[in-house]
């Protein structure tokens, strides 16, 4: 997380504040939680973090939701 610019206090922000979404993404099913405010998007598989990237626009959030499960 810290190499992408993210620490581990504001990942744990967003996982407890963002509205979850589910998705799959490479044949795994996750959940992600976006900050639109900083659009920062934590993807989770199971217990563990998997993802993190920095200036998500919307379009790419939206993209995401439709690859529900």
């Known amino acids: 997380m810290q190499e992408r ?3 581990r206090e504001l990942a744990l922000q967003i996982l407890e504040n963002a509205i979850p ?3 799959v993404h490479g044949g795994s099913q996750k959940q992600g939680y976006y900050d639109d405010q900083r659009r920062v998007i934590v993807s989770v598989a199971g ?3 998997t993802t993190v990237i920095l200036c998500v626009s919307e379009q790419h959030i939206e993209g995401l939701r439709k690859k529900i499960v």
Do not use: A, E, I, Q
């Open 5 to 7: 610019g993210v620490s």
């Open 21 to 23: 979404f589910r998705y």
């Open 47 to 49: 217990d563990t973090v």
